[in-house]
């Protein structure tokens, strides 16, 4: 099927760069949240971004203004939605909610348009039933930041009709990306399993008094050529994401095991969620 109409659902770090990338790969993208002020904040976010790629020469003026123009942000999903031929749905890591954007989507848009989940921990397979068309749903999983990594991870479920992995496959190229095909729903799917195994060893080092968390990122970085120890990473992604994800793994397995690290759930409570709050692991306004 041909793809020209994206919507990205969700305008936080994941969905606007999502959306940025749909636009610099050619596609007419609209970028809907319910909050306006959201949508604000990602529009200047964006535009910071287009800026700085050409500064760097990542880009030339003259496609920035391009994927600028190709670019809409919409609060108004009734208005959007019937337009989009791809949706990749990067709202809130909650199963409810998620539902009920499915449900949504698979009322207002046609019934040929394919429609993405962006998670990580929600299989396609847990919301495609509210669409009405579980054939034409899949997760499409990016990485944070979008607009710099290149895996995306393409995870079919039991229903999912082999038209719609091919074509969500070759979007990801169009986009510049990499895509892994997952040939079954998994929690965390492979690159989070194997961030989440190195996260867990070492939030254990860190509670058992082993080491540091800045040693322990220092080991990664320099021991293993990390680009990031998994300290500074939990702090990129959101220790809410991060706390999200192992929650919603833990309802589905029940296995006490995957339920989130007590000091992570810890500082969940505290609302000390990484770089987007100023305070994680480290502190983004004092630079400690
Ligand atoms: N948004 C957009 N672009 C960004 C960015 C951001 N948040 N952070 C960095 N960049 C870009 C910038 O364009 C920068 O280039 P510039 O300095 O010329 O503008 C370029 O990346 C390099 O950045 P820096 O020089 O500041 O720093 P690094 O060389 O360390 O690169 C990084 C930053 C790309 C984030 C790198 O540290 C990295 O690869 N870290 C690991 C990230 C990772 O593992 N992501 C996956 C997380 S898991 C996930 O997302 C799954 C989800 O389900 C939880």
């Not at 996260?199 to 968390?213: K, P, T």
């Not at 021991?223 to 990031?228: F, I, R």
């Not at 989130?260 to 770089?275: K, N, Q, S, T």
């Amino acid at each position: 099927m041909d793809i020209e109409n994206l919507l990205v659902i969700g305008s936080g770090a994941m969905g606007s760069q999502i959306g940025l990338v749909g636009a610099l790969a050619g596609y007419d993208t609209t970028i809907r949240d319910v909050s306006t002020t959201a949508l604000d904040k990602a529009r200047d976010a964006l535009s910071e971004q287009l800026e700085r790629n050409i500064e760097k020469n990542r880009t030339t003026r003259e496609d920035a203004d391009a994927a600028w123009q190709r670019l809409r942000f919409s609060a108004d999903l009734e208005a959007v939605a019937p337009e989009a031929d791809l949706v990749i749905e990067a709202a809130t890591e909650n199963l409810d909610t998620k539902r009920m954007i499915f449900a949504d989507l698979g009322r207002l848009t046609r019934s040929e348009a394919i429609l993405a989940t962006n998670s990580s921990s929600i299989g396609a397979s847990q919301v495609a039933a509210a669409t009405g068309r579980p054939e034409k749903v899949c997760n499409m999983h990016f990485f944070n930041p979008a607009l710099v990594m290149k895996c995306v991870e393409v995870v079919r479920h039991a229903a999912t009709s082999q038209d719609t992995i091919d074509t969500v496959l070759e979007v990801a190229r169009v986009m510049g990306k990499s895509p892994v095909l997952i040939n079954r729903e998994i929690p965390g799917f492979v690159a989070n399993r194997l961030m989440g195994a190195i996260r867990d060893e070492a939030l254990r080092l860190r509670a058992d008094g082993i080491a540091s968390f800045e040693d322990i990122d220092t080991a990664a970085k320099s021991a293993l050529g990390h680009p990031m120890g998994p300290f500074e990473l939990m702090d990129l992604v959101g220790l809410d994401v991060s706390y999200q994800i192992r929650q919603s793994t833990f309802e589905e397995t029940g296995d006490p095991a995957d339920l989130p690290h007590p000091d992570l759930a810890a500082m969940y409570e505290r609302g000390d969620y990484g770089r987007k709050t100023g305070k994680g692991w480290y502190d983004y306004e004092t630079g400690a």
